[in-house]
């Protein structure tokens, strides 16, 4: 995986002239030519990646595969669902690493604000802005990474204004900002409920099953398919809210070939970093699977309601593409580096991140059991409104193009799990 190189000396890295060999005729050719590389190195050192919801499950993650991979980071999270104390631990795993490596640790900050704070945004990126007074605007900020959103479909059906704002609206005014400041490499958090109803097939999902402009593709068998814009069946507010962003986007890609915009779709990230400092630690009523199976193993709950045992796959139980998260962050510095090298195919790109493979709730809950030796009572209730039977990615778009794949498996992603839990609850 690429990463961006650092000079690693600073100044001394340019040679005198004296010392470089050039013709006779040529003496300055040699020490401009090395004062270009030094000025190129000393910029492309001083680049930076804001991200946004930073101290989050995804983001705190991401963050640290950013800094090991050797980007400066800038981190806006107003820490509505995350805790300061996940930039310590960042900071610690990310010096831990590079100090094992003797290599320097590239700089981390955050900044403690609404990304929708206009005034908190404009003076945060004025101080990275390159003076460029007759060129269009430019930044030491090279990319973004978007995380920062409400993510709880059962809160956006009762709260769909919140999530309209935070996520829709947050979104526009945030890229019209970006835009001012040009900064125009962005990759966004999307998710496999943009798929709505495709879902319900049972069928792999491949990107080209919810587009943004008609599309014509080939399936697996060799058949033509033809598919229109627009969603079909997503049901509820958080889902729309990831379609809406991700229309915004390629309606604004396709509008200015200067923007380059990258949309990740997640399936179900589990796990946590193998140190057990970092982990999936929402503030309020976790909703996902492995958060509650958490709270199950620390008695905090009684029981795992698990939705539906009579779903037509392998026990009955609802199956998912379940992606260590490691894994899942490891595909944003991929979509990074492949977006900053201008090797994208188009400039709006949508990219399943998913392993490929489906495992069902009960298997899941079954691995939990066995590396924690822990009983986890369950109980089947009915299924809940809007759920598929089985979710799992097409992931040969983002092997092929981003030359990332999933390296963990769902036994890493439940030993991390149970580490984090050992280190941080009483268990
Ligand atoms: N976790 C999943 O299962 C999943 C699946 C698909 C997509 N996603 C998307 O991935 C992204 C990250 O998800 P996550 O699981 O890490 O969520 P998370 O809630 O753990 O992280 C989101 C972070 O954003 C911050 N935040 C929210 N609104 C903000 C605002 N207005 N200003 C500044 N900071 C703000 C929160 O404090 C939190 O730290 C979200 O966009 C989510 O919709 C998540």
């Given at each position: 995986?690429?990463?961006?190189?650092?000079s690693?000396?600073?100044?001394?890295?340019?040679?005198?002239?004296?010392?470089?060999?050039?013709?006779?005729t040529?003496?300055?050719?040699?020490?401009?030519?090395?004062?270009?590389?030094?000025?190129?190195?000393?910029?492309?050192?001083?680049?930076?990646?804001?991200?946004?919801?930073?101290?989050?499950?995804?983001?705190?993650?991401?963050?640290?595969?950013?800094?090991?991979?050797?980007?400066?980071?800038?981190?806006?999270?107003?820490?509505?669902?995350?805790?300061?104390?996940?930039?310590?631990?960042?900071?610690?795993?990310a010096?831990?690493?590079?100090?094992?490596?003797?290599?320097?640790?590239?700089?981390l900050?955050?900044?403690?604000?609404?990304?929708?704070?206009?005034?908190?945004?404009?003076?945060?990126?004025?101080?990275?802005?390159?003076?460029?007074?007759?060129?269009p605007?430019?930044?030491?900020?090279?990319?973004?990474?978007?995380?920062?959103?409400?993510?709880?479909?059962e809160?956006?059906?009762?709260?769909?204004?919140?999530?309209y704002?935070?996520?829709?609206?947050?979104?526009?005014?945030?890229?019209?900002?970006?835009e001012?400041?040009?900064?125009?490499?962005?990759?966004?958090?999307s998710?496999?409920?943009?798929?709505?109803?495709?879902?319900?097939?049972?069928a792999?999902l491949?990107?080209?099953?919810?587009?943004?402009?008609?599309?014509?593709?080939?399936?697996?068998?060799?058949?033509?398919?033809?598919?229109?814009?627009?969603?079909?069946g997503?049901?509820?507010?958080?889902?729309?809210?990831?379609?809406?962003?991700?229309?915004?986007?390629?309606?604004?890609?396709?509008?200015?070939?200067?923007?380059?915009?990258?949309?990740?779709?997640?399936?179900?990230?589990?796990?946590?970093?193998?140190?057990?400092?970092?982990?999936?630690?929402?503030?309020?009523?976790?909703t996902?699977?492995?958060?509650?199976?958490?709270?199950?193993?620390?008695?905090?709950?009684?029981?795992?309601?698990?939705?539906?045992?009579?779903?037509?796959?392998?026990?009955?139980?609802?199956?998912?593409?379940?992606?260590?998260?490691?894994?899942?962050?490891?595909?944003?510095?991929?979509?990074?580096?492949?977006?900053l090298?201008?090797?994208?195919?188009?400039?709006?790109?949508?990219?399943?991140?998913?392993?490929?493979?489906?495992?069902?709730?009960?298997?899941?809950?079954?691995?939990?059991?066995?590396?924690?030796?822990?009983?986890?009572?369950?109980?089947?209730?009915s299924?809940?409104?809007?759920?598929?039977g089985?979710?799992v990615?097409?992931?040969?778009?983002?092997?092929?193009?981003?030359?990332?794949?999933?390296?963990?498996?769902?036994?890493?992603a439940?030993?991390?799990?149970?580490?984090?839990?050992?280190?941080?609850?009483?268990?």
């Amino acid at each position: 995986m690429d990463s961006p190189q650092r000079s690693t000396s600073g100044l001394s890295d340019l040679q005198s002239p004296a010392e470089t060999y050039t013709p006779d005729t040529d003496a300055s050719v040699g020490y401009e030519e090395n004062l270009r590389t030094f000025l190129e190195n000393l910029q492309f050192e001083e680049q930076y990646i804001l991200v946004t919801g930073g101290l989050g499950f995804i983001g705190s993650h991401t963050t640290l595969e950013l800094l090991k991979a050797n980007y400066n980071v800038i981190v806006v999270d107003n820490m509505s669902n995350s805790y300061q104390e996940v930039f310590d631990r960042v900071h610690l795993l990310a010096s831990r690493y590079h100090e094992s490596r003797g290599s320097r640790m590239p700089s981390l900050q955050i900044h403690n604000h609404d990304f929708q704070d206009c005034v908190m945004l404009r003076a945060l990126l004025k101080q990275f802005e390159l003076s460029t007074r007759w060129e269009p605007p430019r930044s030491k900020i090279s990319g973004v990474i978007h995380f920062a959103a409400h993510k709880s479909v059962e809160e956006s059906i009762r709260q769909p204004l919140k999530y309209y704002s935070n996520n829709v609206t947050g979104l526009v005014n945030f890229v019209s900002i970006l835009e001012e400041f040009g900064i125009k490499n962005f990759i966004f958090s999307s998710s496999a409920t943009v798929y709505g109803t495709a879902a319900n097939s049972g069928a792999p999902l491949r990107e080209e099953y919810c587009v943004h402009s008609k599309e014509t593709f080939h399936e697996e068998n060799g058949d033509e398919r033809a598919v229109e814009s627009g969603c079909v069946g997503i049901t509820n507010p958080y889902g729309r809210t990831k379609w809406m962003c991700e229309a915004i986007l390629a309606d604004l890609a396709a509008s200015d070939p200067s923007w380059t915009v990258v949309a990740l779709r997640y399936f179900n990230p589990i796990g946590c970093d193998p140190s057990g400092l970092l982990g999936e630690d929402p503030r309020g009523t976790p909703t996902n699977l492995l958060p509650v199976v958490v709270n199950v193993i620390t008695g905090q709950i009684p029981e795992l309601k698990v939705f539906g045992d009579d779903w037509d796959t392998i026990d009955g139980t609802a199956v998912r593409d379940f992606i260590h998260v490691t894994d899942l962050a490891r595909g944003h510095i991929a979509a990074l580096s492949t977006a900053l090298k201008g090797e994208l195919q188009t400039n709006f790109r949508t990219f399943n991140l998913g392993t490929g493979y489906g495992h069902s709730v009960m298997e899941v809950v079954n691995v939990m059991e066995s590396v924690s030796s822990r009983n986890i009572p369950r109980k089947a209730v009915s299924r809940r409104q809007g759920d598929v039977g089985s979710c799992v990615a097409v992931a040969k778009r983002s092997d092929q193009e981003l030359h990332w794949r999933t390296e963990k498996s769902l036994q890493d992603a439940c030993a991390d799990t149970w580490n984090f839990l050992k280190l941080n609850r009483t268990v």
